[in-house]
Each structure stands twice: as structure tokens, then as C-alpha cells.
């Protein structure tokens, strides 16, 4: 009797310390996932930072264009600036964050975009050796933010995967971690922001 009791706690012990293993498991394979989503994001800010500094320069060269118009200038500086007042940390990644991070920076690829169409208008602008190489600077950024917010995308669907399976999204919820918010293509966009040169 007394060694079956003896069985009994030893089967107990061992599958308490089997489940705690997987739950110990469970939860650093959440932590790297989260890690893995912080990093792309990381990524994500580089590229739409790379961006924002090319702006001050592509400006000042425009600007020196005669009679160049002034409000389309304009548009692009306030758009630049309303971007740039939006800084998200990874921990901050919501459906609504991520939503006003990613219509400011739309604003801002509308401002550059109607910036490049206005400049057509401008010889001495399309053969300034300056301009032209921001204007390739920029293109390239462009496609390097849509190929991190694809990386991104990819990156956060697998957490997010990971933390809404059973069982595993017990310990997710034990321990707070929540679903990250996607990258969505704009509204009746099917490809990234991109700026148009007819030279």
C-alpha cells in the first residue's frame, strides 16, 4: 500500500514537472517570438527613417528652383513632420497605433509623390545632379519600406500564430503576451508607395 502511494506521487511529480518543462518552454518561445517582432519593427523604423532624412535635402534642393510652388513644399515639410511625431515601440504595436503610424506615412508618400509630379515642370530641376541622386535615394528607400513591412508582416504572423494556438495561448495569457497589429495595404492600393520619374 504504502509503495503504491509512493508510485502515485512519483507519477504526479513527474507529469507536474513535464507540464511545468512545456510551460517554461512555451513561455521562451514567446519571448523569442516577441523579441523577433521588436526586431523587424526595428527594421521598419530604419528604412521609414532613412526617409525622413532625405526629405531635408531633397526640399532645400527643390527650393532653390525658381519660382517653384511653395505650397507643395509645404505640404511635404507638415507631412514629414506629422510622421515623425509618430514614434511607436514595439510594446505599443496596436490595430489603432499602427493605423496612425501608417496614415501619416501614407500622408507623407502622397506629399512626396505630388512633390515629383510637380517638379516635371521643372527642367533645371530634372538635370540637377543633386536632385537626381535624392531622387534615386529615394526610390530605392521606398522599395527597401516595402520589402521590411513584408518581413515584418511575416515575422508578426508567426507570433501571433504562436500565442492564439492551444495551449499555448493559456500561457500567453497568464503571462500578458498580446497579438501584434499588421501592416495593411492602403485602400485600393495593391503595391507600396511609389514615386514616378519621366525623365
Keep these: 500500500m504504502?509503495?503504491?502511494k509512493k508510485s502515485t506521487w512519483i507519477i504526479v511529480l513527474v507529469i507536474v514537472a513535464l507540464v511545468a518543462l512545456w510551460g517554461v518552454k512555451?513561455?521562451?518561445s514567446m519571448?523569442?517570438?516577441e523579441e523577433g517582432v521588436s526586431t523587424a519593427w526595428s527594421q521598419v523604423e530604419n528604412v521609414y527613417q532613412r526617409r525622413m532624412d532625405l526629405i531635408p535635402n531633397l526640399v532645400n534642393t527643390v527650393k532653390g528652383a525658381a519660382d517653384f510652388e511653395k505650397s507643395t513644399l509645404t505640404d511635404v515639410i507638415e507631412a514629414r513632420s506629422k510622421a515623425s511625431?509618430?514614434?511607436?515601440q514595439a510594446n505599443e504595436l496596436t490595430e489603432e497605433n499602427l493605423a496612425a503610424f501608417q496614415q501619416a506615412q501614407e500622408s507623407l508618400s502622397g506629399a512626396l509623390s505630388r512633390l515629383m509630379v510637380t517638379v516635371e515642370r521643372y527642367p533645371e530641376l530634372k538635370a540637377n545632379q543633386n536632385f537626381l541622386e535624392l531622387q534615386s535615394q529615394l526610390e530605392g528607400t521606398e522599395n527597401?519600406?516595402?520589402v521590411e513591412r513584408n518581413k515584418y508582416n511575416d515575422v508578426v504572423k508567426g507570433f501571433n500564430t504562436n500565442i492564439r494556438r492551444f495551449p499555448?495561448?493559456?500561457i500567453a495569457s497568464m503571462f500578458g503576451f498580446e497579438t501584434k497589429a499588421y501592416f495593411k495595404a492602403a485602400e485600393g492600393a495593391d503595391k507600396a508607395p511609389s514615386v514616378e520619374f519621366n525623365f
Design 144 to 146: 527597401r519600406i516595402a
Design 168 to 170: 499555448k495561448n493559456i
Design 85 to 88: 511625431s509618430i514614434q511607436l
Design 31 to 33: 519571448v523569442s517570438g
Design 26 to 28: 512555451a513561455y521562451n
Design 2 to 4: 504504502a509503495n503504491s
